[in-house]
């Protein structure tokens, strides 16, 4: 819980130029006191632009993917994630990493530093390729007490993307 409280305010007019002085200072400053917390985030990429003809934009990671904030319990419940970027990548015809600053809300530091690795993959499109697969339904988080009952069992799916990464899906 905040707790809020009132301070008399005490000016040092020695501290300033001969010849200033202070008018209408404040009497009394309010300050809300709350209990400062931490916890982790996940960190958000943000990417503009299209790379040149005949390229596609593949995986975009951060590193580190996640971070600690730290602020009063308040803010940080307010937090659901941070962003990096925006990175624009128009005209790229390769990957590339870049270092961000991580844009932190009022009141909300983190924990290490706001600074982390962006790194966008700039693929050729014949590295890529499409896949047409079968998979089997499985579900979670099926409240205690009920039970499910799934059809069709499997369903058929599409997936694009890296030609070698595609090669590796069972």
């Given amino acids: ?5 009132s301070y008399p305010v005490t000016l040092d007019e020695r501290l300033l130029p001969e010849g200033v002085s202070f008018v209408e200072p404040p009497q009394f400053l ?18 503009s632009g299209s790379p040149d003809t005949g390229f596609r934009r593949g995986r975009v990671t951060v590193q580190p993917d996640r971070v600690v904030i730290r602020g009063a319990e308040e803010k940080i419940r307010a937090v659901r ?7 624009d990548i128009s005209g790229a015809q390769a990957t590339f990493t870049r270092p961000f600053f991580l844009k932190e809300p009022p009141g909300v530091d983190v924990v290490g530093g706001p600074e982390v690795q962006l790194t966008v993959q700039v693929l050729r499109q014949e590295e890529e390729a499409d896949r047409q697969m079968e998979t089997a339904l499985s579900l979670r988080n099926v409240p205690a007490g009920l039970t499910a009952v799934v059809s069709p069992l499997s369903v058929r799916i599409l997936v694009q993307g890296e030609l070698e990464a595609i090669g590796d899906l069972e």
């Avoid at 819980?1 to 409280?5: G, H, L």
């Avoid at 309010?30 to 990417?47: C, H, N, T």
């Avoid at 994630?81 to 990175?87: K, R, V």
């Fill in 1 to 5: 819980a905040a707790e809020r409280m």
């Fill in 30 to 47: 309010r300050i809300k006191l709350e209990r400062s917390v931490q916890r982790f985030v996940f960190i958000r990429p943000i990417v």
């Fill in 81 to 87: 994630e941070l962003t990096a970027g925006p990175i």
